[in-house]
């Protein structure tokens, strides 16, 4: 599998450009998403935004564009009132969508770059307490867990695997227990398509839950179904030392696809303004992480079109240089 990501970025010049925020734009575009399934909702109430959002980052020089099923189960749309199969059909739908912005350019834009264009399923973590000492008790919960944590994904693998994605992006990753169920589900329901693993860190060395990084990125380094490693949803100041840590554990290429650094008020359930950086800031660091080993970049929450046009045309100036030293 890891020929195929190799194959790609060969194809794009040696780095690759991911899409933007989803769910930020979809509420540019008036969406409301104070809903458990966040953008995820408007998979039933709004699918025509979801697609033009994806148009937007097409048309703006993303190679990568990430479907809307970051928070879509099965168990979460059932609890709006679907059946087993109307939400197996909604996290098709998330595919499906994304095929038709990608047909859609296909149409307006003859272009190399449209024309590489992959899909990805994105989801986040399954919310989990777990006990934090190492007993024997202890242990076995966190066996528990793995086993859990498996149940519950293991048909929404299925589904997005075979639904018409090129890869399977397991984002926002928090700690080495989710990283090790998603390695292992992997490996059990022998999937097809090739897969990501991305973690995310509130202070720069270590994954949000406090797990070392190293040791997350090392079990996503063992498993054959993965075939890029890397950070998302994370300030980008930072994201220079995050990836000198991922560096010393794996080979595979590595991924970045960092917030704004704003910061998000739980309780009030918005963005505090003046708190992230600018466009012009963000793209300030993108030939550092590209020059210590990143080979696919783009954007989190709160990022843009915008954004993504404007990495795409820092890359795209690199990529001379990096082919001269393949």
């Given at each position: 599998?890891?020929?195929l990501?190799?194959?790609?970025?060969?194809?794009?010049?040696?780095?690759a450009v991911?899409?933007?925020?989803l769910?930020?734009?979809?509420?540019?575009?008036?969406?409301?998403?104070?809903?458990?399934?966040?953008?995820?909702?408007?998979?039933?109430?709004?699918?025509?935004?979801?697609?033009?959002?994806?148009?937007?980052?097409?048309?703006?020089?993303?190679?990568?564009?990430?479907?809307a099923?970051?928070?879509?189960?099965?168990?979460?749309?059932?609890?709006?009132?679907?059946?087993?199969?109307?939400?197996?059909?909604?996290?098709?739908?998330?595919?499906?969508?994304?095929?038709?912005?990608?047909?859609?350019?296909?149409?307006?834009?003859?272009?190399?770059?449209?024309?590489?264009?992959?899909?990805?399923?994105?989801?986040?973590?399954?919310?989990?307490?777990?006990?934090?000492?190492?007993?024997?008790?202890?242990?076995?919960?966190?066996?528990?867990?793995?086993?859990?944590?498996?149940?519950?994904?293991?048909?929404?693998?299925?589904?997005?695997?075979?639904?018409?994605?090129?890869?399977?992006?397991?984002?926002?990753?928090?700690?080495?227990?989710?990283?090790?169920?998603?390695?292992?589900?992997?490996?059990?329901?022998?999937?097809?398509?090739p897969?990501?693993?991305?973690?995310?860190?509130?202070?720069?060395?270590?994954?949000?839950?406090?797990?070392?990084?190293?040791?997350?990125?090392?079990i996503?380094?063992?498993?054959?179904?993965?075939?890029?490693?890397?950070?998302?949803?994370?300030?980008?100041?930072?994201?220079?030392?995050?990836?000198?840590?991922?560096?010393?554990?794996?080979t595979?290429?590595?991924?970045?696809?960092?917030?704004?650094?704003?910061?998000?008020?739980?309780?009030?359930?918005?963005?505090?303004?003046?708190t992230?950086?600018?466009?012009e800031?963000?793209?300030?660091?993108?030939?550092?992480?590209?020059?210590?080993?990143?080979?696919?970049?783009?954007?989190?929450?709160?990022?843009?079109?915008?954004?993504?046009?404007k990495?795409y045309?820092t890359?795209?100036?690199?990529?001379?240089?990096?082919?001269?030293?393949?």
């Amino acid at each position: 599998m890891s020929s195929l990501m190799a194959d790609f970025l060969r194809q794009t010049g040696g780095t690759a450009v991911i899409d933007g925020g989803l769910a930020t734009e979809l509420e540019r575009h008036g969406a409301d998403l104070n809903d458990p399934l966040w953008s995820a909702k408007c998979l039933f109430s709004s699918p025509h935004l979801i697609r033009q959002v994806h148009l937007d980052y097409l048309e703006n020089g993303a190679d990568i564009i990430i479907t809307a099923s970051y928070q879509a189960t099965i168990q979460g749309f059932k609890a709006k009132g679907y059946s087993d199969e109307e939400s197996e059909g909604l996290l098709r739908r998330s595919v499906e969508i994304a095929c038709e912005a990608r047909e859609v350019m296909g149409l307006m834009v003859e272009s190399s770059n449209n024309d590489l264009s992959w899909l990805q399923h994105q989801w986040g973590a399954m919310e989990l307490i777990w006990p934090t000492d190492q007993s024997t008790v202890g242990i076995m919960v966190m066996l528990s867990l793995v086993e859990t944590l498996k149940d519950f994904h293991r048909r929404r693998v299925q589904i997005l695997a075979e639904s018409g994605a090129d890869l399977l992006a397991f984002e926002t990753v928090p700690n080495k227990l989710e990283a090790e169920a998603y390695a292992q589900l992997l490996e059990e329901e022998d999937i097809k398509i090739p897969a990501w693993f991305s973690f995310n860190s509130k202070d720069g060395v270590n994954v949000v839950s406090g797990d070392s990084l190293m040791e997350c990125g090392s079990i996503a380094e063992s498993c054959n179904k993965v075939v890029a490693v890397g950070i998302n949803c994370t300030p980008p100041r930072f994201i220079h030392g995050l990836i000198v840590l991922l560096k010393k554990v794996t080979t595979k290429p590595i991924v970045i696809y960092p917030n704004s650094g704003e910061t998000y008020d739980a309780d009030l359930k918005e963005w505090v303004q003046n708190t992230g950086v600018t466009d012009e800031d963000f793209i300030s660091y993108v030939n550092k992480w590209c020059e210590l080993g990143a080979s696919l970049v783009g954007g989190c929450c709160r990022t843009t079109p915008a954004t993504i046009r404007k990495i795409y045309r820092t890359l795209s100036g690199r990529q001379f240089a990096i082919l001269a030293t393949k």
